[in-house]
């Protein structure tokens, strides 16, 4: 089956206990033994649960992978897979990547022994310069948060399968719907649900998929004994999101491919960062390894932060807040929102100024989405 197809029928659907064609919120923490050590499939929603096995059925499919896991949030999802390591592993990882991450990984995952070294993931002397005796791990997002680099798989995959390296890949911004990193032999992809997945801005969530059956059970230990799941509710709102992935993500596409165009002309407009746009520094690789280029867009306007200030307090249907890849269209400086926690020398190091904006394009009309841009622009340069 299809893509298009996978997104509403992968797992046990309809129900076979009911036939109910929407799947069932098993909304129950233990199930009733058949007999004394004799389970009827289920026993403890740690574990397992119904409504969480179609979803993580649905992820592993979409993503072309053995097994998907639903976790508590995206942070759940990768502080689980970075217990694969032990202390003393080292982990490369790119360097402009979710602000979360760069805490967890500096912030509490260091304190348990590992160590990180961050590169720009754009060259293979780069990654193999940070690569030590201990390395386990390389770590990338396809496409970065917030500067939306685009990283050549098969060089990375081929850097790590010749020193049998884990790749981890956060395919948060691209979807399964515009790449599927394990076809190009990641080991594991990450995301958080909370964005295009579930896509309505109601849920946090996140997954894994892995590439192979035994880091499938690896990760289903690690789960269970970390207790790190996703509620029956919230699994049941992220399935409902992702039988409209593909028709979202298409229109999420078109919105942003014509807002990078629009901002590209407009002399208020420093830079504009978009795989979409030929300028881009990753559109040459985005093109090869991916269906289509997201829905995120990312810009610096001139005047400096005044002029940042009023663009943000200005918009009106673009909404002044954090995260990204709803159907509502929102937009937030990168320094106060994603990357607040992350210390202001390392930002400016990697590129993430506090005049870089970050746009999530949602699905209102596009000439609404214009007007709205345009207007704000015209004060901001006023009050610049
Ligand atoms: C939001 C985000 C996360 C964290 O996910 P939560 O669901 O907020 O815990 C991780 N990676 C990327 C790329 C994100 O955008």
Not at 266 to 278: F, K, N, S
């Amino acid at each position: 089956m299809r893509f298009e197809t996978l997104a509403i029928h992968a797992g046990d659907r309809p129900d076979a206990a009911t036939g109910a064609i929407s799947v069932p919120i098993y909304q129950t923490s233990t199930f009733v033994f058949e007999d004394v050590g004799k389970t009827r499939g289920w026993d403890y929603s740690r574990m397992a649960n119904p409504t969480r096995s179609v979803l993580e059925a649905t992820l592993a499919q979409l993503e072309g992978g053995k097994a998907g896991f639903a976790f508590a949030s995206g942070m759940a999802a990768e502080t689980t897979v970075m217990h694969l390591l032990k202390a003393g592993d080292h982990v490369v990882s790119l360097d402009d990547m979710y602000g979360g991450t760069y805490t967890l990984f500096q912030g509490v995952m260091n304190a348990f022994g590992l160590e990180f070294t961050f590169v720009r993931m754009d060259n293979k002397q780069t990654i193999e310069a940070a690569i030590r005796p201990n390395t386990r791990m390389l770590w990338l997002e396809t496409v970065s948060n917030p500067l939306l680099n685009v990283i050549d798989l098969e060089m990375v995959v081929d850097i790590a399968k010749r020193r049998t390296l884990l790749t981890v890949a956060d395919n948060t911004f691209a979807t399964p719907y515009f790449l599927r990193p394990i076809e190009y032999g990641v080991d594991l992809v990450v995301h958080s649900t909370s964005k295009y997945l579930n896509g309505h801005s109601d849920v946090i969530g996140g997954a894994v998929v892995t590439a192979t059956d035994e880091l499938a059970q690896r990760m289903q230990s690690l789960l269970t004994a970390m207790g790190t799941c996703a509620s029956p509710f919230d699994c049941w709102l992220v399935l409902r999101g992702i039988e409209t992935l593909p028709v979202r993500m298409k229109q999420h596409e078109e919105n942003a491919m014509a807002v990078a165009s629009y901002l590209k002309e407009q002399p208020a407009v420093r830079r504009v960062l978009y795989p979409g746009l030929e300028s881009h520094k990753g559109h040459e690789i985005a093109s090869r390894q991916m269906k289509g280029f997201g829905g995120v867009v990312s810009l610096e306007l001139k005047g400096g932060v005044e002029s940042v200030n009023a663009f943000l307090r200005n918009l009106k249907v673009f909404s002044l807040a954090e995260s990204l890849g709803g159907l509502t269209s929102l937009a937030g400086q990168s320094a106060t929102t994603s990357h607040v926690a992350v210390p202001k020398e390392y930002r400016e190091k990697v590129g993430i100024t506090d005049e870089l904006i970050r746009l999530s394009v949602g699905l209102e009309n596009i000439d609404d989405l214009i007007e709205d841009l345009e207007q704000a622009i015209r004060i901001a340069q006023m009050e610049a």
